[in-house]
């Protein structure tokens, strides 16, 4: 009998029962979508803060620019196992993180490149290619980091996975993350070839980082690495000929130039400068040198700042719209079910108990409440995919907090008044 | 005649609410749209970046579109405004902006670069690869932004030019700079478009995607809000309406007495809502003319409603047809 008045009652008000059924479900939907920006801006500004605050960071330099300085060192027997020896300790010291990077262009075998993944893309320059047997190698953009500096920034993949210890190993297949805008062109798994240092190496892709994931690389804290090649930093063992000689010198020579990052506490500095004096003393490796505190350093804060004042905007409209919507949904609500005190009047003459006239009155409002909220489920969860399970929950508790309100709110004037009140008038305003 | 019954009370506070969380949605994006060009180095997400190694001084001639502005980058501080159609200007801190009158170099700093500039019988100079500007303010916001590290300038630095230039293309419109884009291209050939060089909040924390679906939910959650009162206010205002047919009153003069009711309703409703927000906002993002705007929609959106629904009751019933 009940589910029988209950769709009379939605017959009856049709249009109205769909418009507060739309209205709802927007609402939750509205408040989900709220709930995922702030989330979005307070996951940004958090992995901003671990990376950048509170922290230190020197470029550190070899001191062989002086090319018969370099050519000195170069002609000494065992240079290379010291210079190993050196970038060895670097890493693997616990006094800082020692972040290898750098942004040596690599050939790569050209199937179809666009032109914003080549090297010199943004100061307008053209393809530079070159022709080896059939294929063509053109010049792109890349990257090379080691372990740290991956971990360091928190990067992450979207598609594959990230490199583990073993990528860092010599293997005759060179483990590579791609950009994002390399998405279209290969896939996980892919293999092809590249010459890096004047040495052909064939590749195989393991991964495509995220959208967007960011370094910070030559004073610049959004070094977006879209466009990007990424290489890892590997260790290399004793050279096989004079060309892999060749190689494994520039190769070490570059990780020998990297980014020192340590608290930025006067005792953390000075133990981080006597590690590296240690260090360099300990594989006879004297040519360094350090560029403090980066010049543009605090851009960082430019941007955490902008994302934290907009998470403070997001709450203060998040809460804004919450009370005003959730007003004028009650009161809509409200005089809608007051309309109905009438025919439920009619119910009491003709032998229903109060309580069942709540229960049917709290059916009435529940219902709605429920579709809304099952719709909004649907449009977040599934078909936008914005949100967890955790604000699904909230806008549950939500839902039936708003059912249990109007019903006491309403169910207050029944008992309170007697039934003939309710008779006559029609109910609402 | 209007008179104030209590469910014109209801109504007027209805629509008070309604109007007041629209301003303060209006006031939302005005203030979202400031963080993302702060956060973008003064640019808006719409902007478009030029390259070229052949830059000749007037590659630019009778560009017909107003409202737009051009910026030529040096390097990654110093920034020269070639045009600025519109009246724009980066948010200020102390001083003033460019003036269309000015004929001597002057430069608007970010609040990290004062500490390069030098003060000379009371005024403050900044030297741009090796050119004197003078200093007439400082721009930026409350908190630190990109823009506290940007130089900007009103004259060229006349310098030999680098191996490449980089020119900005900014405004509100993206069809605007679209159009100036391809003009541009059209005269010059050596200019090429750089794809995705966005920065900041516009590129961090996929906002783009969530604001628009932000700001296209909002609307329709107004428009249904609205849908759904009238609705409620129409089925009310039925029986009244079928009591007076029945009395004798044209069906024109009630119809019309409806749309006089919600006009006023609507009407007082805005009023006293522009009056509560120009009390509690200080800042005055939105103007007068845009909550007049506003309240004009709601108006129209309430009364084409409510025509529907009258309209589609005179060809369904058949009981009091004329």
Known sequence: MKVRELIYYFKKHKFLSLSIYFHLTLFFVILGTFVAFKGELEYESTSLQKIYEGKAIYQLLDGFYDGDKYAEFVSEPDYLVRLKSYYKQLNNTSDFNYLAMFNQFIYLKDKGLPEELIEGYEQGSKKNQVQVGDDIFTTVKSFQMNKQAMNYFGLQVENGRLWNDEDFKDNSVMPVLLGSSYQNLYKVGDETTINYYNKPLTVKIIGFLKENSKVYFNSNTEFYLNKYVILPYRDYGIPASKTDEVFQQASYFAVANGYLVTENNALQNKLMMQRVEAISKNTSFAGYSFIGLSPHFQKYRGLMTVVQENRTLIQSIFVSTFILNLIVIITILLLQQKRRLSSFAIHYINGATINRLIYMLWLEISTILLAAYLTNFLVLYEILKLGDMETQLLILVLCFAMSIIICILLARKLLSNSMTDYINIEGGV | ?322
């Open chain 2, 1 to 322: 005649m209007f008179t104030l019954k209590r469910k014109d009370i209801i109504f007027i506070f209805i629509f008070l609410s309604l109007l007041t969380l629209c301003y303060c949605f209006l006031t939302y994006t005005g203030k979202q749209e400031k963080f993302q060009e702060l956060s973008n180095e003064l640019y808006t997400p719409q902007h478009v970046v030029l390259s070229t190694k052949d830059y000749k001084e007037n590659f630019i001639s009778n560009i017909s579109q107003p409202n737009y502005r051009l910026f030529l980058e040096y390097d990654d501080t110093y920034r020269l405004l070639l045009e600025n159609k519109g009246e724009w200007s980066p948010p200020m801190l102390s001083g003033k902006f460019f003036s269309k009158s000015d004929n001597t170099k002057k430069a608007v700093i970010g609040k990290e670069l004062e500490k390069n500039t030098k003060e000379i019988k009371g005024k403050k100079y900044i030297s741009a690869h090796g050119e004197i500007y003078e200093v007439t303010g400082t721009m930026g916001a409350s908190f630190a932004s990109s823009i506290d590290y940007i130089a900007l300038l009103n004259k060229p630095i006349k310098g030999p030019a680098g191996d490449y230039t980089k020119i900005v293309v900014d405004g509100s419109s993206k069809k605007n700079i679209n159009l100036i884009t391809n003009e541009i291209i059209k005269k010059n050939p050596s200019f090429n478009v750089l794809e995705d060089e966005q920065k900041g909040l516009t590129k961090t924390a996929d906002i783009p995607f969530i604001y628009q679906l932000l700001v296209f939910e909002f609307y329709l959650l107004i428009l249904i809000s609205i849908i759904a009162f009238m609705r409620y206010w129409y089925e009310k205002e039925k029986k009244l309406m079928y009591v007076l047919f029945i009395l004798g009153i044209s069906k024109k003069k009630v119809y019309t007495q409806s749309f006089l009711k919600i006009i006023m309703n609507i009407t007082v409703s805005g009023i006293l809502s522009m009056i509560l927000f120009f009390t509690f906002d200080a800042e005055a993002i939105i103007t007068l003319a845009q909550m007049i705007w506003v309240m004009s929609l709601f108006l129209f959106i309430a009364c084409i409603i409510l025509g529907v629904f009258l309209w589609l009751n005179n060809s369904n019933r058949g009981v009091a047809k004329q």
